[in-house]
């Protein structure tokens, strides 16, 4: 994939599993964001394929199955949190639950009675459940996560990280990026490590950090990434 005329991500081969959380872990620079907008359709890549259940990204079928939420989210502020996710599930053929969203906003502490609220009253941390709120109850098979847990404090990361879990229990698939590793460490079934846009490891956090010799997932990344010896 290329940012102009310059190839940002090379010769990437990867699968996401139904059920499966998939963790992206990269520097600044990397190419994450080139990589997801190349799954999203919203960059070109010069070969292969990019295939959502079985279908080419830019398929309607495709389309269907995915859910996106940046990591700069900003909903339309003239709209209520309640009508917001109301429009979202509506482009995926969902009908909205009343009850279903204030028990979700009560799981990622946010107040159910602010989804009444217009969003320009909403902080960035309220904002930020809200999409993910949003994403989720699209019932989307795939929900793309761009740093999910931006401008979150601890509890509401927990909280964060019980929903993606519960998400994964129904069988449905993520994949995130995030520079919290302890995170990743923590909810993801396996992790792509992608440094100067080539995919330097994939596989369980456990086994980068056995790779780097290391007990922590951080350490075990920069190790990754500074020794190219230990990635091989």
């Not at 964001?33 to 830019?58: A, E, F, S």
């Not at 019980?162 to 995030?178: H, M, N």
Request: aromatic share 6%; glycine share 10%.
């Amino acid at each position: 994939m290329a940012y102009g005329a310059r190839d940002v991500v090379h010769a990437i081969t990867l699968d996401v599993a139904q059920g499966e959380t998939f963790g992206l872990i990269g520097l600044n620079g990397a190419g994450k964001t080139t990589l997801i907008k190349g799954i999203l359709g919203l960059r070109d890549h010069r070969t292969g394929d990019i295939l959502i259940n079985g279908h080419d990204r830019v398929v309607g079928e495709a389309k269907k199955s995915l859910a996106y939420l940046p990591e700069k989210f900003e909903p339309p502020w003239f709209l209520r949190g309640t009508e917001f996710i109301k429009f979202s599930m509506r482009l995926y053929g969902k009908v909205f639950n009343l009850d279903e969203a204030r028990t979700l906003a009560d799981h990622l502490g946010l107040n159910p009675d602010v989804l009444g609220h217009r969003v320009q009253t909403y902080s960035k941390g309220m904002r930020q459940k809200l999409g993910l709120m949003a994403t989720l109850m699209t019932g989307a098979e795939l929900s793309i996560l761009d740093e999910p847990m931006s401008g979150l404090d601890p509890r509401a990361r927990a909280a964060v990280k019980d929903a993606l879990l519960e998400t994964k229990a129904q069988g449905r698939a993520i994949f995130l990026s995030s520079h919290i590793l302890a995170d990743m460490d923590e909810i993801c079934d396996r992790v792509a490590v992608l440094h100067d846009g080539m995919l330097v490891y994939i596989g369980p956090p456990a086994g980068l950090r056995d790779r780097a010799g290391v007990d922590n997932l951080e350490r075990a990344f920069l190790k990754v990434i500074e020794t190219p010896s230990v990635a091989a």
